[in-house]
């Protein structure tokens, strides 16, 4: 199953509460992932961002629209405990707690119309996403966007510019040494498939052969067989192949059964790394996503 989302643990996130104890974030994770039957690797599933996982941000934002809507109070630090606003609600038997419900409440209303002026509402996703997966997946569709339009800017231009942009990458990747270092490497040897040896560090202790190639269909096995080839030519164990098309799974599962180490870096994932390391992008805007310090505000 997948996490459900953030609406879904309103309700029994209020049921835990009922008993008008105080009870913990970290507790109520471990509930919430016992009553919904969540695994070990679902909690650990993490956002985007790689900060936070998507259960625990999911159960955190439903313990804090509770909160907004008074049907919870924090207590001490990352603990709450049930108003009499929420033993209110349970009395009325729901059986689902979500926005809808919570709008009757003027400071919930006050608090979803500050976040809904701030996001345009698109197909309902701002209900079922948390605000922070709202951000998220708006950057995904712009990252996508920009990936796609990286990678035709590629293809369009002259092999040459092809192969100064592989090296201002591997350099910007921290291999090569010195961007001189690298161009001279790179584009030089066209030895048996091998179009260049790049140091793998700045000390060159090891060194890593690489075939580019602008191609607009699909990879295949017979194209890395050969470039395996000419490793093995080389006596050499280590590759990197970089395309601005794609592999086949046949190319993939033979690159999985060599002894020698290949990399395979496709067009989708080139331009990422683009991306990643600032080649061909510039910054338009920058955001940074801040929460409460609660070690600042803990009572000793």
Do not use: C
């Not at 002894?259 to 990422?272: H, N, S």
């Amino acid at each position: 199953m997948t996490v459900p989302e953030y609406q879904t643990f309103m309700l029994p996130l209020l049921q835990l509460a009922s008993d008008n104890e105080e009870h913990s974030l970290s507790e109520a994770y471990d509930v919430m992932a016992q009553q919904f039957g969540i695994s070990e690797q679902e909690r650990n599933e993490l956002l985007p961002s790689g900060r936070q996982s998507r259960f625990d941000n999911r159960v955190g934002w439903a313990r804090t629209y509770l909160k907004k809507a008074r049907l919870i109070d924090s207590t001490t630090r990352g603990k709450f405990r049930i108003t009499q606003r929420g033993l209110d609600v349970l009395k009325t038997k729901p059986i689902r707690i979500d926005r809808e419900l919570l709008a009757q409440f003027p400071e919930f209303r006050e608090f979803q119309s500050k976040q809904d002026n701030q996001h345009a509402e698109d197909n309902g996703a701002i209900a079922t996403e948390t605000p922070e997966e709202t951000l998220e997946s708006g950057y995904q569709n712009l990252r996508h966007a920009l990936a796609q339009e990286l990678l035709e800017r590629v293809k369009s231009n002259t092999p040459k510019f092809f192969e100064n942009l592989v090296v201002d990458l591997l350099v910007a990747m921290g291999y090569g040494g010195s961007r001189k270092d690298a161009g001279q490497a790179v584009g030089q040897s066209h030895d048996g498939g091998i179009d260049g040896i790049i140091k793998e560090d700045k000390l060159g202790l090891d060194a890593v052969y690489i075939q580019a190639k602008r191609w607009e269909g699909t990879v295949g096995r017979q194209v890395i067989q050969a470039f395996a080839g000419s490793l093995a030519g080389q006596k050499a164990r280590k590759g990197v192949m970089i395309t601005t098309g794609q592999f086949s799974q046949e190319a993939k599962s033979y690159v999985d059964r060599l002894d020698m180490r290949i990399v395979l870096i496709d067009g989708e994932q080139l331009a990422q790394l683009m991306i990643d390391h600032g080649i061909g992008v510039a910054e338009v805007a920058s955001y940074v996503v801040k929460k409460a310090d609660l070690d600042y505000f803990g009572e000793e």
